[in-house]
Each structure stands twice: as C-alpha cells, then as structure tokens.
C-alpha cells in the first residue's frame, strides 16, 4: 500500500494566484511600511496569514447555499443548522452570530463585567479583548510546557488545574461566571487539549458551580489529536470524542470560519435557559433575529454541512499530516519550529531563528518580511509586535516571539507546502544578513495590523 496521504478531495473550481518577482514585493511592502496586513492580498502568491474564512467550501456546501432559505424568521436554513449543532454539542439554545468574536461580545455582556476573573488556557486576542471591555481580568493558565517551544509532549494546549484551583480558591466562586477552555489552544501553537484534562477541569469547576466554556473553534482537530494520542479513544470516531468533548461543557463559543469550513459564521450555544434568554435579547439588538444571528440563511446551511464533513476522518487525517509534514521538512534543515507541530499552523521560534536580533527589534516582523520578499509567502508576527508593551518607556518582550503559518484548509496541495518550506529554508539560511525593525507609527490598541515599521540597518 502507498503510503502518500493525499489531498481527499478532486477540486472542481481554481483561482489563480499571481506570480511577481522581488524586486515587485520589495517595493509594495515598502509602500505598505513593512506591515504584511497593509498589503494587497492579490500581491501575496501564498497566504498562511490566517486559516480563519479562508477554507475551501466543498461542492455539496456551494449546493447547500443554494437551497438557503431567507425568510426573515422561522427560516429552514436555521432549523437544519440548529439541528447539527444540538446533535453534535448536545447543547440546548443554539444562538447563530457573524463569527466567533460576536458569540464572545455577548456572551461576556451578559455573563462578565467589571470586577469578574475569566480562567482560560489561553484566551485568544478578541476573547481577551471581549473579556476586558466587559470590566473582567482574563486569566491565562496554560501548562508550563506550553511555554518550551522545543519540547514534545502530546497535550501542550493543556490548563494547568492547579493554577485553576488556586485561582478559584484565591478570587472566590462569586467573581468567576464561567471558565473557559480554548480547543485548540492556539495561541501556544494550536496545541491540543486532552479529554483528561477537559473531564477534571469539568470535575473541579462542579466542585464550585461554575459553569465551563468551550471556545470551540478548531474542536474537530483537537478531537482528532485525541484519537491519535489519548489512551482509550484509538477505537473512538472523531464524532464520538467531539461530543464527550461538549458533554463537559455548559456552553461554547463557536467561529464558524475554521471547524465549520465556512468563510464566515459562528455561533452561542449554552444550556441555561435564564442566560440564553439574555443573549436572543442582546443578539436582536446587534445581530439579528434569533433564527439567522447576522447571517444570511444560507450561511447557515453551508455551516451545518461544514460541521459534518469536518468531521469525516480521512480529511482530517490530510489536514494534520499536511501540518505535520510542513513543519518535518523544516525541522530536517534545521530550522527552530514550535513542537510538535499543532493543528492549524507551523510556528516558527523567531528568537533562536534570528539569535542576533533582540526583542526589541522585533526577530518575528523580520522573518515574516523576509518570507514575503523571498517568495511572496504572507505570514504573521505572533511576538512583541502584537503583544509586547512600553510600560513607562521600558520596552516588555512578549513570552514567546513566533512567527505563525496557518494554513488554510482545502486550499493549497502539497507542493504549496513544499514550495514554501524550500523558501523558508532559503531564508534560513541566509540568516545572518537580515535586519531588525523598528515602530515608526503605532496606534494606541491592537497596533500590529496599523503599525509602521522601518528596517534597522547596522
Ligand atoms: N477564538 C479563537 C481560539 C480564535 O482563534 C479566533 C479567531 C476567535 C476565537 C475569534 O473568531 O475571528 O470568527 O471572530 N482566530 C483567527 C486567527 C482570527 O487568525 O487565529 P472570529
């Protein structure tokens, strides 16, 4: 038997991507102050920016549109998507939203506020974002593994409980109205979390009556990495484990535009009645009605028909090898990868990359310049640019300075990733002449999609 995992999908409709030389891409970042988001995307031949809305819809999903029913209420678009999300998540009230940070906004409007403590493995820039505007203090407690970007282990998106019961014990069950738990944990390199570790925060957080929210937007490639790595679910289908999964969970929060193969969605799913009640009160004010939340009705078709083929094994079996086989060819020429590689991206350890560049010459904004000039390859800093601060004229490093390549899913084939990895290894190579940056612009909030930049030259 071959042993090649292939692409499981024919494609059916292309769109070109346009080939421009160096020269060209040196110009137009130029022009775009050395910001990858400045860009225009028809200017970049490979986008790794983000695997968010960018996944291709399959043939039966463009059908599934079709048939979208538009009624204003009471659509039939609405029933069949509600009818997947209850049969996989086994959750009562179904609330449909634009995307994932719509289900967030109103979930920690009517659940947060000021003064409330959110625990999370780790929040995600706009739940933390969400959680804070709403008055709470968001808490990350990831595993301390998480943070050695060189070391194995099988469940690197864990949160460690022990901090979860200090904090509890610490901050009193009154101030905390849900804990969350993110699958995968991406912003520690869509690693994924254990049923272990969702089963014992579940068991502690019923110790205190305090409800758990999954942040479920990559639930199926998390459910898959348990397949693969967890005693006892090898026999399991990846259906099976997703829905032990949301068995432990009050409610999640959902963006479509990842699992559920859709270029845009997502939605609210919790069992308290009382809370639901609040949230259609909210969603009518900023969505949209309660049966199409922000979204027209064959949105909600393609969704419902994304969740079931998410979780058809052979595709995620490609999906994580692709990942997986990205990451190996990097690793064999030595260049530093976050590992194991997780579900969604390859992550690049800019600082032992660019050893010579310190944090505060940002080493990730230089390699994802680079990848853009070598070959037209977008990718985006995950370091000091996005999370690091001048606190009082002090220059604070982020923890980690990567660099993240997500991958679209169903977009690119295998020699994509191939031409990729060889340009990255390019890159790496010729490492030592790269330069530093520097912030000439920044705006005050979430400055790495605004921000100016200038290289340093010594
Ligand atoms: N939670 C997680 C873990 C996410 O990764 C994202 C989005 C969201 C919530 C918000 O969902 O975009 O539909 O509003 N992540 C994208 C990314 C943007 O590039 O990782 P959204």
């Not at 690197?156 to 022990?162: E, F, P």
Request: one cysteine or more; glycine letters at 8%; hydrophobic letters at 40%.
């Amino acid at each position: 038997m071959a042993k090649t995992i292939i692409e499981p999908f024919k494609i059916k409709s292309v769109e070109p991507i346009k080939f421009t030389s160096p020269e060209y891409r040196g110009r137009v970042l130029k022009e775009a102050h050395y910001n990858l988001f400045l860009l225009k995307a028809e200017d970049v031949l490979i986008d790794f920016l983000t695997d968010s809305g960018t996944a291709a819809m399959s043939s039966k999903q463009w059908a599934a549109l079709m048939d979208g029913d538009e009624s204003y209420a009471g659509s039939r678009s609405f029933f069949t998507f509600e009818k997947v999300v209850k049969d996989l998540t086994g959750l009562r009230h179904i609330i449909p939203t634009h995307q994932g940070r719509a289900a967030e906004k109103i979930l920690f409007t009517v659940a947060g506020g000021k003064g409330k403590v959110i625990p999370n493995n780790t929040h995600f820039d706009t739940t933390r974002a969400n959680a804070e505007f709403s008055g709470c203090i968001a808490v990350d407690l990831p595993v301390q593994v998480a943070l050695e970007t060189d070391a194995f282990a099988d469940f690197k998106g864990d949160m460690d409980l022990n901090r979860l019961e200090d904090l509890v014990k610490r901050t009193g069950r009154e101030k905390i109205p849900f804990c969350m738990i993110t699958v995968t944990n991406n912003s520690v390199g869509g690693q994924p979390v254990s049923m272990k570790n969702i089963r014992e925060a579940k068991l502690l957080l019923d110790k205190f009556d305090i409800p758990l929210i999954l942040d479920a937007c990559r639930f199926a490639e998390n459910a898959f990495f348990i397949k693969l790595r967890e005693p006892g679910y090898r026999e399991k289908s990846v259906r099976e484990i997703a829905r032990e999964m949301f068995s432990y969970a009050d409610g999640c929060t959902m963006s479509a535009k990842k699992d559920a193969l859709v270029n845009i969605g997502g939605f609210l799913a919790l069992n308290d009645e009382a809370l639901a009640e609040k949230a259609r009160s909210l969603l009518i004010m900023t969505e949209g009605f309660p049966t199409y939340g922000g979204l027209a009705g064959r949105d909600l078709d393609a969704m419902a028909q994304g969740l079931v083929e998410v979780l058809d094994e052979d595709y995620l079996k490609y999906r994580i090898r692709s990942i997986e086989y990205f990451g190996e060819k990097l690793l064999k020429e030595g260049v530093p990868v976050l590992v194991p590689t997780g579900g969604h991206a390859v992550f690049l350890d800019a600082r032992r990359f660019l050893p010579n560049i310190p944090s505060s010459s940002y080493p990730g904004q230089s390699i994802a310049v680079e990848l853009y000039i070598e070959g037209g390859i977008r990718s985006v800093e995950i370091g000091s640019v996005m999370f690091g601060k001048e606190a009082g004229g002090e220059f604070q490093a982020a923890q980690l300075e990567l660099v993240r390549l997500a991958v679209p899913r169903r977009v690119y084939t295998q020699s994509h990733i191939d031409f990729a990895a060889e340009l990255i290894i390019e890159v790496f190579k010729r490492r030592e002449n790269i330069p530093g940056y520097k912030i000439t612009y920044e705006p005050p909030y979430l400055r790495h999609f605004t921000a100016h930049f200038e290289p340093v030259l010594s």
